[in-house]
């Protein structure tokens, strides 16, 4: 008798062929009742929505009327060069959002990492300060971007403290809000100090997960704080620094509550973003059929997101 | 399997079932639902209410969206889960025939008859139905009239009104030595200088022009009606280079207009329109630009109505029209969902507030101007101020009519051109030359749509 003989079939119902186990007919129907419900979940919430968004941007459709009228590409090609209507705006508004991309990542590096650097050196206190360095992250919403409106109208908080600190020249009579040329900066800035808690904490995460003797070696060789810093902590954190730099650039691509609350993308279109631009197509065109607009720059904004995030990816993986 | 599957999908169906389609607005044969955008109509229409109840035996319960834009996302969503109220009251000549355009609402046409029409005022009695104009418009293809009919009506006037009221505080116009009212734009400036000398803070002109429509055709339109008359006026948006913004004439209208920048309230600019007229209730200006239904959001947040003084914008001196006045038209209506249960309740809930004297009362409580007719003394029937607006009302030629819209090109957006116009003033970014080529610009834009 050989060996194979003696080997006893596995049970009928659940024996593996090339690798795959076969089940019985009752535990397939249990499993797919279990899992219908995502399923069925996904296939509304998900699937439908996409399907529904996709085929909007073919489409005219003001949200009322009963039927949608189809114009294939045409909302992409209006929003991008073919129509004297949308494609001005929607180029100032890339233009705006383009250097909200640039200063709001730059902008979080450059503040959140020294934050963090400051608050691992520091022995006490340092869950104190966490916490105090965390609330704008915690609180920020509308109540916080209309304070922050408060604080920078004319005759606001910074005006005041500028003229008490004998800065009036630096004053803005029309508020940083109201005028054209400091508009964006502020809603950056605005920006940059919602976005540095979550930035400041990964940050600080990853300085205390650095090998202790990797620093200590570093010491020992004669490397000063600057030296340690350059060349120790921030190459080991580039990574960190990686993420931080593609979420600011997805928040800045996307994101535009800040600038819905606090300005509406004014004053005079001054600080419109596509975020916002999608949004005011979709919900503030006084009835206008310009949903299928709104649809369309959405999903460029999506296509534009990715190519943003698999570029990073290669730089990082380059750069690691 | 196979009941396992349908029990899964039942009970989600189930779930879903229970918390998307309701029923409906919770109205039912002696409760009828009523949706506005307008706070200070909540109080007005829930007074009027009581004295329906008493009458009909059902009870009326009014709740407000706001604003106006969170109003329309309702609206569409309570379409799309069938939760429409009764009741909407709507942006009449607007909102209502897209409503009704898109099935939201029904057609009154056959519900109002002649006696109901009569009790409006003769100029707003065809506020609400679909006209030939309308009609033509629908046809187009970027309209957002799509679905309507020549003769249906989607709405009955609830209130009246107009734009281009100008403010002031009456205290500070006095100490200032002014006495009278402006009557030329000209007057209008002096009278900002005069007071910007005697209060340099707190002086200026609020207008919400985050909403920058507002300025555009609050302040400027007015102003330029007068100066050039209705044909030169319709042809700013025309495409014809001699005559439109882009030409000498428009220059001359923006110049004229731009006289106002020196005396804008610092960061008039970045308010919306709620938050200018509270700068004006607070004492942060001396002048705000509105129309006849800020007076009521004024008093709202205590301002004395009798420490205002109000007046039409004023053309300049030696303009077409000596004796500009402003036209009303009707601002909000009310229309009935086609959903609801109870369409006879809602119809006598519209035809009871068609009456003189709820109107009026309704009217007094919210202070807004009803679309009936008052007599020859209003100011007993709803007050001095709003008698007073309501006197100043005109017809005809001589008449700025906002609710007009017959020169503009289809798909034209105010916000979109009035941003243009905020590059001149008050932001001065831009010279009246500049802007008047933006403007014909983006207006010939609409015009290609076509």
Redesign the interface.
């Given at each position: 008798m050989s060996a194979a003989t003696t080997v006893q079939r596995p049970p009928r119902e659940r024996r593996a062929t090339r690798g795959r186990t076969r089940y019985h007919?009752?535990e397939?129907?249990?499993g797919?009742?279990?899992v219908?419900?995502a399923i069925?979940?996904f296939a509304v919430m998900g699937v439908y929505t996409i399907g529904y968004g996709v085929s909007l941007s073919f489409a005219?459709w003001?949200?009322?009327?009963?039927?949608w009228?189809w114009v294939g590409l045409h909302n992409y090609a209006d929003l991008l060069w073919a129509?004297?209507?949308y494609a001005p705006?929607v180029h100032q508004a890339a233009l705006n959002t383009l250097w909200v991309m640039i200063a709001v990542p730059i902008l979080t590096v450059l503040v959140s990492f020294p934050l963090a650097l400051l608050l691992n050196s520091v022995g006490r206190m340092r869950t104190v300060l966490r916490s105090v360095y965390f609330l704008p992250y915690v609180t920020a919403g509308i109540a916080v971007y209309f304070a922050w409106?408060y604080i920078l109208?004319?005759?606001g908080a910074i005006n005041l403290l500028l003229r008490s600190l004998g800065l009036g020249s630096l004053q803005q009579?029309?508020?940083f809000?109201?005028n054209?040329s400091t508009a964006l900066p502020t809603l950056i800035v605005v920006t940059v100090w919602s976005s540095v808690p979550v930035s400041m904490l990964l940050y600080l995460a990853g300085l205390q997960s650095v090998d202790s003797t990797l620093i200590e070696a570093a010491q020992i060789d004669g490397a000063g704080w600057w030296r340690i810093t350059r060349n120790v902590l921030w190459p080991l954190l580039k990574p960190i620094t990686g993420i931080i730099v593609l979420l600011n650039l997805r928040d800045s691509l996307q994101g535009f509550q800040t600038f819905l609350i606090m300005?509406?993308g004014?004053?005079?279109?001054?600080t419109n973003v596509l975020g916002l631009e999608a949004y005011r197509l979709a919900?503030?065109?006084?009835?206008?059929?310009t949903l299928g607009l709104s649809s369309a720059l959405g999903w460029l904004l999506f296509i534009a997101a990715v190519i943003l995030a698999v570029i990073t990816q290669r730089a990082m993986r380059r750069a690691t | 399997m196979a009941v396992l599957l349908a029990l899964a999908l039942g009970s989600l169906v189930t779930g879903a079932a229970g918390c998307g389609s309701g029923s409906g607005s919770g109205s039912s044969d002696k409760t009828l639902v009523m949706w506005t955008f307008k706070q200070s109509h909540v109080k007005a229409l829930e007074e009027a209410g009581k004295g329906f109840t008493k009458q009909t035996g059902i009870t009326v319960k009014v709740q407000a969206y706001t604003p106006d834009d969170a109003y329309l996302t309702k609206v569409q969503a309570a379409a799309k889960t069938g939760d429409l109220p009764d009741v909407l009251e709507v942006h009449t000549n607007g909102d209502d025939l897209t409503f009704g355009g898109a099935g939201l609402v029904s057609d009154l046409s056959k519900d109002v008859d002649s006696g109901w029409l009569n009790s409006y005022l003769q100029q707003v009695r065809v506020d609400g139905t679909v006209t030939d104009q309308y009609y033509q418009s629908s046809l187009k293809p970027d309209s957002t009239l799509k679905g309507i009919k020549l003769g249906q009506r989607f709405s009955v006037p609830l209130t009246i009104g107009t734009f281009g009221i100008v403010y002031a505080n009456k205290q500070r116009l006095t100490a200032a030595g002014v006495t009278t009212a402006p009557t030329t734009w000209e007057d209008f400036i002096a009278d900002l200088a005069k007071v910007k000398a005697k209060e340099p803070n707190d002086s200026g002109v609020s207008l919400g022009l985050k909403a920058p429509s507002t300025g555009l055709e609050w302040l400027m339109q007015p102003m330029a009606y007068g100066m050039l008359g209705a044909d030169r006026f319709h042809a700013l948006w025309g495409r014809d280079n001699t005559t439109n913004f882009s030409s000498p004439t428009g220059t001359q209208v923006l110049d004229t207009y731009g006289k106002v920048t020196p005396y804008w309230m610092p960061g008039t600019q970045t308010l919306d329109i709620d938050a200018a007229d509270l700068a004006f209730a607070q004492g942060k200006s001396t002048f705000d630009i509105g129309g006849t239904f800020t007076l009521a959001f004024l008093a709202q947040n205590g301002f004395d109505p009798a420490n205002v003084v109000t007046f039409p914008v004023p053309a300049p001196a030696g303009g077409a029209i000596n004796d500009l006045s402003l036209a009303p038209f009707t601002l909000t209506g009310m229309s009935v969902s086609s959903t609801t249960k109870n369409r006879s309740g809602a119809i006598q809930w519209l035809k009871y507030l068609a009456k003189p004297d709820v109107s009026a009362t309704f009217a007094k409580e919210a202070l807004d101007i009803p679309p009936t007719n008052l007599g020859s003394d209003p100011d007993s029937a709803v007050g001095p101020v709003l008698g007073a607006m309501i006197k100043s009302f005109g017809s005809g030629p001589s008449a700025y009519n906002p609710g007009d819209t017959t020169y503009k090109p289809d798909g034209y957006n105010s916000g979109d051109v009035g941003a243009v116009l905020m590059n001149f003033t008050p932001l001065k970014t831009k010279t009246s030359a500049q802007t008047g080529a933006g403007l014909t610009k983006l207006i010939d834009s609409y015009w290609a749509k076509k």
């Open positions: 007919r009752s397939v129907a249990w797919a009742a279990f219908a419900p069925v979940l005219t003001n949200g009322f009327t009963p039927n009228t129509s004297p209507t705006v409106q109208e004319p005759d009579p029309q508020g809000l109201g054209p300005t509406n004014g004053p005079g279109n001054h919900f503030l065109s006084q009835l206008s059929p | -």
